[in-house]
């Protein structure tokens, strides 16, 4: 892997070990493969299509107009949210539900505790298995909103910056941090994250916010009858991704990585990192694409921001069950069997983010960006 970063701008790296990871998975008979073939680029226009319609729904009144009725109760109804989103109408965004940057300041110095503090609280009683009391959802649910103020600051620096991968880069510490073995992988030789290395943020409290990320998916997806566990064959990643459409950030998490082969029900084989997993192939893998939208900055298309948002940040599942919206035009014929929606649909890819469940280990030390 070393080697092959040497000299490559690291989109274009990230692009071609997306293809490679694509294309390197083994394919059964059924998938059908046709390779330049007018249809191939037709689905694909359709799944960006599709995708930019998803997040036009979650982006202010405006865009979610250009969507027609008919097919927004369509999408709507194979979206399930965990965290919803709350539409902001222009009378709003006087008022407090807005957290512009100088309010944000405000409220910050009247209260006691801050954002981080609320923050920390959940996350230290989900890693140490802490159930009760149960951690509040209305905390969880404003957290996801309205995220900290310095997740707000990132995703608006991206979107005034058109999106550059850059932006997110230079708010990483240096550090290159080994990734460790998790669960057994390194005893069959696999090789969980896309760099034998990760970084985290400068900031612990963005570092924080990726880890409450991944508790919060664990925590709400019961809710849709969807149970997550962070292990290596489960949760421990997603796509971090800045829209082709308003250059807005957001993650793709893929749940359900590794399901077990089985001669009957999963008849492919995955690789190493397959070997060992105790997850069974089953109709939850429909619900394993699952993705967080930071609220969206009021800006120009020349990205000059107003201190005002347009769109809260959400968490959504897609459910790509057969015979639905999201099946029929996110997932590609190739990945069919595994149900995964590609991040390059939603925007360009910046890097992973993984979460990998360590045990004995603070919280953001889990965090590994690749
Ligand atoms: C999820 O886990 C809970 C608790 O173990 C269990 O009662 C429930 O049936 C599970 N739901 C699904 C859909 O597997
Ligand atoms: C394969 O899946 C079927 C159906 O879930 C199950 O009954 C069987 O035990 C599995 N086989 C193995 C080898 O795990
Ligand atoms: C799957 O089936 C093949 C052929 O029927 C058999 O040789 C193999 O041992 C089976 N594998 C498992 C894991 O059951």
């Not at 995220?147 to 991968?165: D, H, N, Q, Y």
Request: one cysteine or more; hydrophobic letters at 40%; a neutral charge.
């Amino acid at each position: 892997m070393g080697a092959l970063s040497i000299g490559l701008p690291r989109s274009v790296l990230a692009m071609a070990l997306l293809v490679l990871q694509c294309f390197a998975l083994p394919l059964h008979g059924t998938i059908t493969f046709t390779i330049g073939a007018s249809k191939a680029e037709n689905s694909a226009d359709t799944a960006v299509v599709c995708a930019e319609q998803v997040m036009a729904l979650y982006s202010g009144t405006a865009r979610a107009s250009q969507v027609t009725e008919a097919r927004a109760q369509e999408l709507r109804s194979y979206i399930r949210p965990l965290v919803p989103y709350t539409e902001l109408r222009s009378s709003f965004l006087s008022s407090n539900l807005v957290p512009s940057k100088k309010r944000f300041d405000s409220r910050r110095s009247l209260q006691q505790r801050s954002p981080q503090d609320r923050l920390l609280e959940p996350n230290s009683k989900w890693v140490s298995g802490d159930v009760s009391p149960p951690v509040s959802h209305s905390i969880i649910k404003k957290l996801i909103q309205w995220p900290p103020s310095k997740v707000l600051e990132l995703t608006k620096r991206i979107v005034e910056f058109g999106g550059a991968p850059e932006v997110l880069f230079s708010a990483l510490d240096p550090t290159k941090y080994e990734v460790p073995d998790v669960e057994g992988a390194n005893a069959q030789k696999c090789q969980l994250t896309k760099f034998e290395y990760g970084q985290r943020f400068t900031d612990s409290e963005l570092n924080s916010y990726m880890s409450f990320l991944f508790h919060v998916i664990v925590t709400l997806a019961p809710s849709v009858g969807f149970n997550v566990t962070l292990s290596r064959f489960d949760l421990f990643h997603g796509h971090i991704f800045t829209s082709y459409d308003t250059n807005r950030l957001g993650i793709l998490f893929h749940a359900r990585e590794y399901p077990a082969y089985n001669n009957s029900t999963f008849p492919l084989n995955l690789g190493y990192c397959q070997k060992g997993s105790p997850m069974p192939y089953d109709s939850s893998m429909d619900l394993r694409n699952i993705l967080w939208l930071a609220p969206l900055a009021a800006c120009s298309a020349k990205g000059m921001c107003s201190d005002d948002w347009l769109a809260s940040g959400t968490l959504l599942i897609l459910d790509a069950r057969e015979g639905g919206i999201v099946h029929r035009e996110l997932v590609p014929d190739y990945l069919d069997d595994v149900r995964t929606i590609s991040e390059d649909e939603f925007g360009n890819i910046v890097a992973d983010v993984n979460y990998l469940n360590i045990a004995n280990t603070p919280f953001t030390s889990r965090i590994f960006i690749c």
